[in-house]
């Protein structure tokens, strides 16, 4: 199918996951699933598809109760976005927790001094990010501190050399040892971000010392970082990649770290898992990474869904 013919529509809901698994989205943005739904509904409109619905955070939550995911991790990572993610939580007690960071793409963005990366985007300042990073970074310990129930988790925080050009990378680290000693200082997990920059990440954790409860969002990773990760007892946190062909290095890093170091998520709107990949994620789709990871280990999904449900309870304090 074209681009003008790609299907623009959700993807239908998955078969429920078995009853009593209690599974957790380890990391989304479901603020952002909303504009995200929103453009995708303009765009079919535009070409003559049927309209999308744009679904609230509400219809969200309860579209993902009904397919058996019980919870979410929603990730505020840019200035306006922190108090969204901890509103939400606030909104939602014992169902939404919020994770704080300033994203290490947004670290150089604030005081203007970005470089723009391979990705080859230009570069592009909002009025927030005349706030020096600091000072950004403040305020995610002002409402870390402020509201110990629902922040459970310093992130999403680490390093990304795809977006970010080389000129910003001692930038972006130095942000990233920002948030570690943050985690550490308040006794948080700390969720990371890593595109790109394997190498960079892992030196970074091991000359700062890792915060005890690491996770790698969206793992991208191979067998072989996995086993780094392995040895240090951070965990890996799967998204709708562990799906897509040609990820294999992925799939295996699965049995690497072994069913109590593994967590799901949908990291929405983005990487939603095939046969829908491009579509609108939301947390109503872990079921169908669970089926892709539940294919990988050769294990009854049942048996993965319960595992990163407890881990997912046991690394946040849930």
């Not at 679904?55 to 309860?62: W, Y």
């Not at 095939?274 to 892709?292: C, D, E, H, K, Q």
């Not at 990163?308 to 046991?314: G, K, L, N, P, S």
């Amino acid at each position: 199918m074209s681009k003008h013919h790609r299907d623009r529509s959700w993807a239908p809901d998955p078969e429920p996951l078995p009853a009593g698994t209690g599974v957790i989205d380890d990391h989304t943005h479901m603020a952002s699933v909303v504009p995200f739904a929103q453009e995708m509904d303009r765009q079919a409109r535009e070409r003559g598809q049927d309209p999308v619905p744009v679904r609230t955070v509400d219809q969200q939550l309860a579209r993902a109760r009904a397919v058996g995911v019980v919870g979410a991790i929603d990730v505020g990572c840019e200035l306006p976005h922190l108090q969204t993610a901890v509103d939400l939580a606030l909104a939602h007690p014992g169902v939404v927790h919020a994770a704080l960071a300033i994203h290490p793409n947004e670290a150089v963005l604030h005081g203007h001094r970005g470089v723009p990366g391979p990705d080859g985007l230009p570069l592009k300042y909002q009025p927030w990010h005349e706030v020096p990073f600091e000072q950004a970074l403040e305020e995610v310990t002002r409402l870390a501190r402020a509201y110990p129930d629902q922040v459970v988790a310093i992130g999403e925080t680490g390093m990304d050399l795809f977006r970010t050009g080389q000129g910003a990378e001692e930038i972006q680290r130095q942000a990233f040892r920002d948030h570690i000693a943050l985690a550490k200082e308040l006794d948080l997990p700390m969720q990371i971000h890593d595109r790109d920059a394997h190498r960079q990440v892992i030196e970074t954790l091991l000359e700062d010392g890792a915060p005890e409860r690491t996770i790698f969002h969206s793992y991208s990773g191979d067998a072989q970082m996995a086993q780094v990760a392995a040895e240090h007892g951070w965990y890996l946190s799967f998204s709708g990649t562990v799906s897509y062909k040609g990820n294999e290095g992925i799939r295996q890093a699965l049995s690497v770290v072994g069913m109590d170091h593994i967590m799901v998520e949908t990291d929405a709107p983005y990487l939603s898992p095939m046969p829908y990949r491009g579509r609108t994620n939301s947390p109503y789709m872990i079921p169908y990474t669970l089926r892709a990871m539940a294919d990988a280990l050769d294990c009854p999904l049942e048996q993965v869904a319960r595992a990163t449900a407890a881990t997912t309870r046991r690394v946040y304090g849930l």
